[in-house]
């Protein structure tokens, strides 16, 4: 081949960075080997999961429970030993991995599953002046763009689309659909055993506005609403968190854990503290509370084992026993390390345990009943990995960085794998990339602004640095300084600003109009947020906008600037590659897709699946010879 020439194999020996050895990475891992880079560094923080074999093709049944990045470079270096492969087991987002480690790399090269660490990696691309081949694959579709600072745009320059969400009083009151009981069961294996989200909490609403009368008082019917309301009755016929004022995992400690006292604290008392809510059920189908009692036998047959058919209630009430017992014992160890459980759908009694509780609730409710895989499916948010589609980005990803490393950027294109042939027959259609948006709060060389409405009365400094700072505008370790003040308000310093945690902001002397300087000293990103203030939005509701004028109409319509603006962004997408190339679906997680990246006001939201950071392992990293 001609263009194996001298400069080119030199270009080779240039030490790049592959982020992620699951679907893609293990594709892309063994591509790169073979086609003759020599110096290959591979990060992932997780470890093998038997579920991954049937398409991580580097790794085997002797490898489950050993570091993915250690595994996948091993198997590269078997298949080309001259090969100079560097693993971590860690993630990406550590302080470890900042733009100087980034700064060594010709190119980085994403495999990831989820857009915090994809914003994250974006960032320090930027910041470094490396060149990004960005990736993703949702079941049949699949897609590779290049990132270059100044070039292209960026992952964050058109908005992403967020995961689907449902408002937290259909969640806690009126479920409808199997997807609202499964969101439920994954809150509550929260509430009892893994990091508490007060968003997510799972005991009836007394505030749904449904239930409220024209005066905006709660409406309790008689003979319940003494029951519940105000002690005369049984204590357990209220909901968890208005007893005692106990949380869901206090009242659970308390009561030991115990599977018959739980199931009929959730499935019978709070129950029928939801039918006292008696506005709530005009229009609908009643629920029926069920008591453990009902199901005696508590075996279930045992011949209802196969995942994919509909099993009994008595089946699914023995396996929410089983399951409760072992990760309360789980539970009680990682205690004693002042640890907590994390939500993993392949672990068996965790997976058992929402499905059974999503069952339970779904019959309550006279909802459809699921299987095993089905809830496994939906709870996991899984569109099933295809191996082959994984294979055909990690190739595209290939093609492009070896146009990036020859510096032949004109030739670089931005790919899509569609579902059908395009009218010309194509089933791979590419598209020059497209430039940096200017208005990019990311990418953008000039003033980065963007302005935040939420109520400063009510919202605290906490809620501020997790839901704004980290889950909206994806940052890791920001520091924030009240330009007006000159008060530092959040900073990075392990301890420095505790103690404002829980204070509101206006307490801290922010005022509407006030503007916060905030960066992020690991991603090297900085971005100036001007606040106004909303009287009427709650403690968590939050709106952010590159353009504070558009609010009022807009908001009336319900529709968000922002998703304006990424509709009008995708449109536009879908207008070149549909028009041109008979696409017009983007990846889902993938890299053109938007994210809509702020609540509703006034709407409390929960999302369906979160992109659970896993538990990241202490770092290991080596030369393999
Ligand atoms: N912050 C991060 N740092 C390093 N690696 C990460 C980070 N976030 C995700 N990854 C890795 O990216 C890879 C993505 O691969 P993939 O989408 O195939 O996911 P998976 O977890 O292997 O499969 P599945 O989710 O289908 O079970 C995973 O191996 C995951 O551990
Ligand atoms: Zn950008």
Redesign the pocket.
């Given at each position: 081949m001609t263009w194996r020439n001298a400069d080119f194999l030199q270009k080779l020996q240039k030490p790049i960075l592959v982020?992620?050895?699951?679907?893609?990475?293990c594709e892309l891992i063994k591509n790169l080997v073979l086609t003759g880079f020599k110096n290959i560094h591979v990060?992932?923080?997780?470890t093998i999961?038997v579920?991954?074999l049937n398409r991580?093709f580097l790794f085997r049944k002797e490898h489950v429970g050993k570091p993915?990045a250690q595994v996948a470079a091993e198997a590269a270096k078997a298949l080309c030993p001259d090969v100079n492969i560097k693993f971590y087991h860690d993630?990406?987002?550590k302080e470890d991995y900042g733009v100087e480690f980034f700064q060594q790399f010709a190119i980085v090269l994403n495999?990831?599953?989820?857009k915090a660490?994809r914003s994250h990696v974006n960032r320090l691309c930027l910041g470094a002046v490396v060149p990004l081949v960005e990736s993703g694959s949702s079941g049949y579709l699949g897609q590779v763009a290049v990132i270059m600072k100044g070039k292209t745009e960026c992952y964050e320059c058109v908005p992403k689309p967020a995961q689907k969400t449902f408002p937290g009083c259909t969640i806690r009151n009126t479920p409808s659909e199997p997807i609202h009981c499964i969101v439920w069961a994954k809150s509550l294996f929260n509430q009892l055993f893994g990091e508490v989200d007060p968003d997510d909490d799972v005991s009836p609403d007394p505030n749904d506005e449904e239930n409220q009368n024209p005066k905006g008082n709660t409406v309790m019917s008689k003979s319940s609403s003494t029951a519940s309301m105000d002690g005369n009755n049984s204590e357990n016929s209220k909901p968890v968190s208005e007893t005692e004022k106990l949380s869901t995992r206090q009242w659970a400690a308390v009561n030991n854990y115990d599977p018959e006292k739980l199931f009929n604290k959730l499935f019978f008392d709070d129950i029928n503290y939801l039918l006292s809510m008696s506005n709530l059920w005009k229009e609908r189908r009643k629920p029926t509370p069920l008591q453990w009692s009902q199901f005696l036998s508590g075996e279930g047959s045992s011949r209802e084992s196969s995942v994919n058919t509909l099993w009994s209630l008595d089946k699914w009430c023995n396996v929410y026993e089983k399951a409760i017992q072992e990760l309360a014992k789980r539970f009680d160890e990682s205690a004693k390390e002042n640890r907590v459980l994390t939500w993993d759908k392949d672990d068996e009694p965790s997976m058992n345990f929402v499905a059974a509780c999503a069952n339970i609730r779904s019959h309550i409710f006279h909802i459809p009943e699921k299987s095993l895989f089905d809830v496994k499916s939906m709870a996991g948010n899984i569109v099933p990995?295809i191996a082959t589609t994984n294979a055909c980005v990690a190739g595209m990803i290939v093609v492009e960085a070896l146009k990036v490393i020859r510096e032949e950027f004109d030739k670089v294109r931005s790919i899509y794998i569609l579902r059908q042939p395009n009218p010309r027959g194509k089933i791979l259609a590419d598209d020059e990339p497209v430039g940096p948006n200017p208005h990019c709060y990311v990418c953008s060389s000039h003033k980065r602004e963007i302005f935040v409405r939420l109520n400063i009365h009510t919202m605290l400094v906490k809620t501020f640095e997790s839901k704004i700072l980290k889950q909206s505008l994806n940052m890791v370790a920001p520091d924030v300084i009240d330009l007006f003040t000159n008060r530092i308000i959040i900073s990075s310093e392990e301890g420095e600003t505790d103690a404002l945690m829980d204070k509101p902001l206006a307490e801290l002397g922010v005022k509407n109009g006030s503007q916060f300087d905030c960066d992020d000293y690991l991603q090297k990103f900085e971005i100036r947020i001007m606040l106004l203030h909303h009287e009427e939005f709650k403690s968590d509701d939050f709106e952010i906008t590159t353009d504070p004028h558009v609010h009022t109409a807009k908001a009336e319509n319900g529709v968000h600037p922002e998703a304006e603006i990424a509709e009008s962004h995708r449109k536009e997408e879908e207008h070149k590659n549909g028009n041109k190339e008979g696409n017009g679906q983007p990846v889902e997680d993938g890299v053109l897709s938007m994210e809509i990246i702020e609540k509703s006001p006034g709407l409390k939201r929960k999302a369906v699946d979160t992109n659970d950071e896993?538990e990241t392992s202490p770092k290991r990293s080596r030369i393999i010879e």
């Amino acid at each position: 081949m001609t263009w194996r020439n001298a400069d080119f194999l030199q270009k080779l020996q240039k030490p790049i960075l592959v982020v992620g050895a699951g679907g893609i990475g293990c594709e892309l891992i063994k591509n790169l080997v073979l086609t003759g880079f020599k110096n290959i560094h591979v990060i992932d923080l997780d470890t093998i999961d038997v579920s991954n074999l049937n398409r991580q093709f580097l790794f085997r049944k002797e490898h489950v429970g050993k570091p993915k990045a250690q595994v996948a470079a091993e198997a590269a270096k078997a298949l080309c030993p001259d090969v100079n492969i560097k693993f971590y087991h860690d993630s990406i987002m550590k302080e470890d991995y900042g733009v100087e480690f980034f700064q060594q790399f010709a190119i980085v090269l994403n495999a990831l599953d989820n857009k915090a660490a994809r914003s994250h990696v974006n960032r320090l691309c930027l910041g470094a002046v490396v060149p990004l081949v960005e990736s993703g694959s949702s079941g049949y579709l699949g897609q590779v763009a290049v990132i270059m600072k100044g070039k292209t745009e960026c992952y964050e320059c058109v908005p992403k689309p967020a995961q689907k969400t449902f408002p937290g009083c259909t969640i806690r009151n009126t479920p409808s659909e199997p997807i609202h009981c499964i969101v439920w069961a994954k809150s509550l294996f929260n509430q009892l055993f893994g990091e508490v989200d007060p968003d997510d909490d799972v005991s009836p609403d007394p505030n749904d506005e449904e239930n409220q009368n024209p005066k905006g008082n709660t409406v309790m019917s008689k003979s319940s609403s003494t029951a519940s309301m105000d002690g005369n009755n049984s204590e357990n016929s209220k909901p968890v968190s208005e007893t005692e004022k106990l949380s869901t995992r206090q009242w659970a400690a308390v009561n030991n854990y115990d599977p018959e006292k739980l199931f009929n604290k959730l499935f019978f008392d709070d129950i029928n503290y939801l039918l006292s809510m008696s506005n709530l059920w005009k229009e609908r189908r009643k629920p029926t509370p069920l008591q453990w009692s009902q199901f005696l036998s508590g075996e279930g047959s045992s011949r209802e084992s196969s995942v994919n058919t509909l099993w009994s209630l008595d089946k699914w009430c023995n396996v929410y026993e089983k399951a409760i017992q072992e990760l309360a014992k789980r539970f009680d160890e990682s205690a004693k390390e002042n640890r907590v459980l994390t939500w993993d759908k392949d672990d068996e009694p965790s997976m058992n345990f929402v499905a059974a509780c999503a069952n339970i609730r779904s019959h309550i409710f006279h909802i459809p009943e699921k299987s095993l895989f089905d809830v496994k499916s939906m709870a996991g948010n899984i569109v099933p990995a295809i191996a082959t589609t994984n294979a055909c980005v990690a190739g595209m990803i290939v093609v492009e960085a070896l146009k990036v490393i020859r510096e032949e950027f004109d030739k670089v294109r931005s790919i899509y794998i569609l579902r059908q042939p395009n009218p010309r027959g194509k089933i791979l259609a590419d598209d020059e990339p497209v430039g940096p948006n200017p208005h990019c709060y990311v990418c953008s060389s000039h003033k980065r602004e963007i302005f935040v409405r939420l109520n400063i009365h009510t919202m605290l400094v906490k809620t501020f640095e997790s839901k704004i700072l980290k889950q909206s505008l994806n940052m890791v370790a920001p520091d924030v300084i009240d330009l007006f003040t000159n008060r530092i308000i959040i900073s990075s310093e392990e301890g420095e600003t505790d103690a404002l945690m829980d204070k509101p902001l206006a307490e801290l002397g922010v005022k509407n109009g006030s503007q916060f300087d905030c960066d992020d000293y690991l991603q090297k990103f900085e971005i100036r947020i001007m606040l106004l203030h909303h009287e009427e939005f709650k403690s968590d509701d939050f709106e952010i906008t590159t353009d504070p004028h558009v609010h009022t109409a807009k908001a009336e319509n319900g529709v968000h600037p922002e998703a304006e603006i990424a509709e009008s962004h995708r449109k536009e997408e879908e207008h070149k590659n549909g028009n041109k190339e008979g696409n017009g679906q983007p990846v889902e997680d993938g890299v053109l897709s938007m994210e809509i990246i702020e609540k509703s006001p006034g709407l409390k939201r929960k999302a369906v699946d979160t992109n659970d950071e896993k538990e990241t392992s202490p770092k290991r990293s080596r030369i393999i010879e």
